[in-house]
């Protein structure tokens, strides 16, 4: 099973900007879907948004127009990148990557995102 390492977590005031990343043990070169998810304090994960491997990107309503999920085609153990702009308090969460296959549902142990003052 690939194992998932997310980086670039942090605090960050409001209105201001940050980006996750996700690597991944092993090249990826066949996959379903990537995506970020997030639980914040209290609550359930949620979706945040998804990559298809046909290039296709989903949001959840809560976070369009703000953030960017891509791949870095640097290198395939590279697994999607999440851009976090305009960010609020309520965008304050653990954030978890997720790569799924054919044969495996991978998550990252997930990485703290605060935007505070």
Known sequence: QVQLV?????????????RVSC???RAIYIFLSMG?????PGKQREWVATLTSGGITNYA?????????????DSAK????????????????VYYCNVRTWND???GQG????VSS
């Open 6 to 18: 997310e980086s670039g977590g942090g605090l960050v005031q409001p209105g201001g900007s940050l």
């Open 23 to 25: 690597a991944a043990s």
């Open 36 to 40: 970020w998810y997030r639980q914040a």
């Open 61 to 73: 309503d809560s976070v369009k127009g703000r953030f960017t999920i891509s791949r870095s085609r």
């Open 78 to 93: 590279n697994a999607a990148d999440l851009q976090m702009n305009s960010l609020t308090p309520e965008d304050t969460a």
């Open 105 to 107: 549902n991978a998550w």
């Open 111 to 114: 990485t703290q995102v605060t």
